[in-house]
Each structure stands twice: as C-alpha cells, then as structure tokens.
C-alpha cells in the first residue's frame, strides 16, 4: 500500500470551509484514495473515496491532483460535528481486502 | 437499519483469559472485517470474514481467530490474553470483498489487566 503523509492536526473555524490535504506519492495508477473520519468514542465513518476526478457527495468533495500523488478533502462548511481525526487510505485492490489507516489529522472546529 | 453492531461495548479480563467479541453487520452486508485500535492510533486490520472463511488477514498471532455464521454475523476470539491486547476492536461491514465503502461498529472496549 501507497504511505501516505497527513498533518497531524488542524483547526478550523465553524461555517467557514476546511481543506485536509493528503500526500501519497508513491500511489500507483489503479489506486483508489479513500477517506474516512471518526468522531469521538465512536466507530469509523466512510466520508468519500474516488479514482482521477473530483468526487461529490453529501458530505463532502474530494479533489485529487493531475499526478495523484496527493489529494485534498474538502468540507464546504464546517461544523462542531465535523470534529474528528479524518483518514486518508490508498486502496490497491490488487489481492487485498484491507483498509490501511495511518494515524490521520484531527481537525478541531472553533464555535 | 441498526447499522452494525457490536457487543459488548466494554470488557475488562485478565491475563491469560480468553474472550469473544461479537459483531452483526448492516443489512444487506455479507462481509466483516476486524480491526484493533489501540489508543491514539489509527485502526489496524486484524482479517477479514465473507463466506464464512477468512478471506485475509493482517500481521496478527494465531491467538486471534474468528468465526462467521451463515447469517453473516461474525466472532472474534482471542486467547491468552496479554496486556498489550488492550484496545478497542471495531467490526465493519460491506458487500462484497473489496472494502468499499465499510460501515463500522461502535466497537468493544477491552481491558486486560
């Protein structure tokens, strides 16, 4: 699996947008990026993943680089729900079932 | 939908025990993975369940084994306790092998002591 390098942790002010980026440089062309976030006491939660172009969804958008060497995930608008230690996971998928998470950013959100 | 769950939601044994950890997926999930989070680090891949056979398994001694049930519900069993099994076990679901999209359980709070 790709390494991957995430900040240890970042703030961000409620309302106001979020950007947690991600290198993984030594991601190969097959590799999907998937992240995930887990609030307090609880389970991890799935928030995104995708392979080239910018993905969409409810929660929130993933923007990935021309290279693919890194990627960034975006929160539109945070809020004190969006406290938690967010993950970036490359995914091979070549004879392996296994997420990989490494130790992700947590990210603060300052009412 | 309950979503996954997982029971019991804390535990406390002793050194050399033994202890079994349950799981049952979300809906419509045929697959579960075991993970170990120990505090203030990510989850780590303990193996995976679908068909009820181990499908994979990551850098974890024979004293973790599972078991999966024909209605996709899962075991985690670990033997001979040591210390350093202190952790919070999570269960996740999904469809299929590929881990796409994997909904976690709470988890379960073991403490050896």
């Known amino acids: 699996d790709a390494k991957t390098t995430q900040p240890n942790s970042m703030e961000s002010n409620e309302e106001e947008p979020v950007h947690l980026p991600c290198n993984h440089s030594?991601?190969?062309?097959?590799?999907?990026i998937h992240w995930y976030r887990q609030l307090p006491s609880q389970g991890p939660e799935y928030v995104i993943h995708g392979l080239t172009s910018n993905v969409n969804n409810r929660m929130a958008s993933l923007a990935i680089a021309e290279d693919r060497k890194s990627s960034t995930l975006i929160l539109h608008r945070a809020t004190l729900r969006d406290a938690a230690v967010y993950y970036c996971?490359?995914?091979?998928?070549?004879?392996?079932?296994?997420?990989?998470f490494g130790k992700g950013t947590k990210l603060s959100v300052i009412p | 939908d309950a979503g996954v769950t997982q029971s019991p939601t804390h535990l406390i044994k002793t050194r050399g025990q033994q202890v079994t950890l349950r799981c049952s997926p979300k809906?419509?999930?045929?697959?579960v993975s075991w993970y170990q989070q120990a505090l203030g680090q990510g989850p780590q891949f303990i193996f995976q369940y679908y068909e009820e056979e181990e499908r994979q398994r990551g850098n974890f001694p024979d004293r973790f084994s599972g078991h999966q049930f024909p209605n996709y519900s899962s075991e985690l069993n670990v033997n001979a306790l040591l210390l350093g099994d202190s952790a919070l076990y999570l269960c996740?679901?999904?469809?299929?092998?590929?881990?796409?999209?994997?909904?976690f359980g709470p988890g379960t709070r073991l403490t050896v002591l």
């Open positions: 996740a679901s999904s469809r299929g092998l590929l881990p796409n999209e994997q909904f």
């Open positions: 030594t991601i190969s062309g097959t590799d999907y």
């Open positions: 809906s419509g999930h045929d697959t």
């Open positions: 996971i490359p995914y091979s998928g070549a004879g392996s079932y296994q997420l990989t």
